[in-house]
Structures are given as structure tokens and as C-alpha cells.
């Protein structure tokens, strides 16, 4: 059974770099093809895809995000990653990792989540 | 960008009883619409992918039905564990969620 595990700093100043990690443990990363992806859920409010990543390059981020991300992929480490400059109190969320289901574009199997909240 | 609307926000139900849930997308995305149950601390939970096709181990009282821009999830007889968050979402142009459905008693 495949299983994601976020990690990272639950509190991040504004103006700083959030940074989290997403551990794959059960598979390994570079069967099958799937992407890999970044959703996050503001208090109180719905879900936001952030990114998608096939690796290789294939990186894909939400243009109405309005603070700059990054996602990349180690699959030597079997683990992908994100970042998130020049943050905000709007970046406070909990932030998910996920991976693509039988069909692109869905989300198969989730974190469980990770609460980052931006403070100083 | 495709923005996912759904209502009601709230659905207030009784075990047993039928839910229909609707999601309204503000162009045709043919039928690459999901749905998933998300409850508190847990992960979210994909249902409903292609609009109708139930992803694997999914309970057969969820449904889903529409294409083009009307969508609807349909639970046939709540159960007590099915009280949750649902969200609807399109995949046919880059990825938008709906703001949530939540089913309560």
C-alpha cells in the first residue's frame, strides 16, 4: 500500500521559504508513471491544487497562485518537495501531498497532512 | 480558469436518507470531473472519477452522473460514517476544486 508523509516547518515567518518534504514509502517512485502533487486547503476553505510534477522537467504550477513555487523530485530518496517563497499569511494552510490516480489528473492517494502556519 | 461551484454548502440529512449533491463548472469539461469525501484529520478520499466511474473499494451507494458543465453526486442511503466534506473537481484544464459540500445530521 503505497503511503505519503509530509514534512516541514509548521511555522514560517512572512517574507520567508516554506519549505516541505514528501516521504514515499511502500513503491518506488519511478514505477509507473504517475505524477506527483501539492494541494493545500486554507482554514476554512476549500482545496487548492498547487503543483504536479512527471519529473524530468514536467514540473506544472497553478498560475493563479500568487506567491512563487517550486516543486522538484529526488527519486533517489524516493521523496518530492516544495517550496514557497515570499510567503504570506494567506500561504497558512494544511498542505497535502498526493499521487495521481488510474487517470491523470486525479488524486489517488493522499498525506495526511500538514498545518503551516504563517506568523511571525 | 474553470471555476467548480458547488451547493448547497450545507446538506442537512438523516441516516438512511438520499443525498444529492450538484457541482456547476463554468465551462464544458466533458466528463473529467472527480469527487471526494474529505473528514476532518483524515486525508480526502477519491470517489468518483470520469464523472460516473467509482474508484476501487468505493461503497455502491455513491454515484455520479453529468457531463459538460452539471454534475451530481448521489448517496443513496447515508450511512453514519459518510458525514463529511465532499468536493467536486475538474481535470480537463489544468486542476480546480469546488468550495464543498458538507453533509451533516
Known amino acids: 500500500q503505497l503511503q505519503l508523509q509530509e514534512s516541514g516547518s509548521g511555522l514560517v515567518k512572512p517574507s520567508q521559504t516554506l519549505s516541505l518534504t514528501c516521504d514515499v514509502s511502500g513503491d518506488s517512485m519511478s514505477s509507473g508513471g504517475y505524477s506527483w502533487s501539492w494541494i493545500r486547503q486554507p482554514p476554512g476553505k476549500g482545496l487548492e491544487w498547487i503543483a504536479y510534477?512527471?519529473?524530468?522537467?514536467?514540473?506544472y504550477y497553478n498560475p493563479s497562485l500568487k506567491s512563487p513555487v517550486t516543486m522538484s523530485i529526488d527519486r533517489s530518496k524516493n521523496q518530492f518537495s516544495l517550496n514557497v517563497t515570499s510567503v504570506t499569511a494567506a500561504d497558512t494552510a494544511v498542505y497535502y501531498c498526493a499521487r495521481e490516480g488510474a487517470v491523470a489528473g486525479t488524486f489517488l492517494y493522499w498525506g495526511q497532512g500538514i498545518l503551516v502556519t504563517v506568523s511571525s | 480558469e474553470i471555476v467548480m461551484t458547488q451547493s448547497p454548502a450545507t446538506l442537512s440529512v438523516s441516516p438512511g436518507e438520499r443525498a444529492t449533491l450538484s457541482c456547476r463548472a463554468s465551462?464544458?469539461?466533458?466528463?473529467?470531473v472527480a469527487w471526494y469525501q474529505h473528514k476532518p484529520g483524515q486525508a480526502p478520499r477519491l470517489l468518483i472519477y470520469n464523472g460516473s466511474t467509482r474508484a476501487t473499494g468505493i461503497p455502491a451507494r455513491f454515484s455520479g452522473s453529468g457531463s459538460g458543465t452539471e454534475f451530481t453526486l448521489t448517496i443513496s442511503s447515508l450511512q453514519s460514517e459518510d458525514f463529511a466534506v465532499y468536493y467536486c473537481?475538474?481535470?480537463?484544464?489544468?486542476?480546480?476544486f469546488g468550495g464543498g459540500t458538507k453533509v451533516e445530521i
Open positions: 465551462q464544458s469539461v466533458t466528463s473529467n
Open positions: 510534477s512527471y519529473g524530468s522537467g514536467r514540473t
Open positions: 473537481q475538474q481535470y480537463l484544464r489544468w486542476l480546480s
